[in-house]
């Protein structure tokens, strides 16, 4: 506390390792004829933060008053143990990453023409052609598959959350409002191929007889217009398996600060004039 207590300070740091963690066993060859997942107390994490908190109040006199509140947290966590299958690249490994991190593959841009992509490597999505995205071979063997994901964006939960606002009032007026925002934070549109086979088109256009959102319709690729960076590639009545995978082509920051709370008051002296209780509030 500092200056007579109007002004009060807490800050925590910790460091949180779990052990034991009963998870699904994914080393098992496919020679050892499971087909139930196993699974065992074969996970650890630790998890580390910080969270702090000011709050400040304070009567300048009989008809001024302030109060402020601002709060952070940051907080972190990444495997120490698990057992995953033995990837032959090191960048597939959930060990050392964050619980939610996703991973996806590196998406360059749009494919040109066909030309294009006779001299680009075979990507094993399906059927692709100009105007459908093209995916970076990340370890150089010729095919893009499911070997060329990798860890891409922040944790799908905020590392960072924080907020701060300010109530002051004079006299009979009162006003207040808060600010609430996360950063380092990402997350995957819906371009469609999630959510069950009863959910599984996303935002695409034209499935299950649907319209396009506006951002498609104005910014998609097509022949008139073959931007190989427009939002949307190549239209089509179903959505594409080459393009829906998971990738940066999708991901976007999850970041955000917003007006939570916005308020203005007068609470007259006169209320009972109007038939309220003294000390009524318009607001």
Do not use: C
């Amino acid at each position: 506390g500092f200056f007579n207590e109007a002004l009060r300070i807490q800050a925590d740091f910790y460091t949180d390792t779990r052990s034991n963690i009963y998870m699904v066993r994914e080393n098992f060859p496919a020679t050892a004829g499971l087909e139930a997942p196993i699974s065992g107390n074969v996970g650890k994490v630790v998890s580390k933060g910080f969270e702090a908190s000011a709050d400040y109040q304070h009567s300048f006199n009989k008809d001024f008053w302030l109060s402020g509140r601002i709060n952070y947290t940051y907080a972190i966590n990444k495997y120490l143990e698990l057992d995953e299958k033995d990837y032959p690249d090191a960048y597939l490994k959930r060990l050392g990453h964050n619980i939610n991190q996703q991973w996806g593959l590196i998406a360059e841009r749009l494919f040109v023409d066909d030309k294009e992509i006779e001299n680009s490597p075979l990507q094993d999505f399906g059927r692709y052609m100009a105007g459908d995205i093209k995916y970076k071979d990340i370890n150089g063997d010729g095919v893009i598959n499911g070997n060329d994901r990798v860890p891409m964006g922040y944790p799908t939960i905020p590392e960072v959350q924080y907020g701060f606002g300010l109530s002051t009032g004079y006299k009979d007026f009162d006003f207040s409002f808060f600010l609430q925002g996360n950063a380092r934070a990402s997350f995957l549109i819906n371009a469609g191929g999630g959510g069950g086979p009863e959910n599984n088109e996303g935002i695409a256009p034209f499935a299950n007889r649907r319209n396009a959102l506006a951002i498609i319709a104005e910014d998609h690729w097509s022949e008139t217009n073959p931007n190989v960076h427009a939002f949307w590639p190549r239209l089509s009545t179903d959505p594409l398996d080459n393009n829906i995978q998971q990738s940066s082509w999708w991901l976007r920051d999850g970041s955000f600060l917003r007006l939570k709370s916005l308020e203005a008051g007068y609470s007259p002296k006169w209320a009972n004039r109007l038939g309220l209780k003294q000390g009524s509030r318009i607001y």
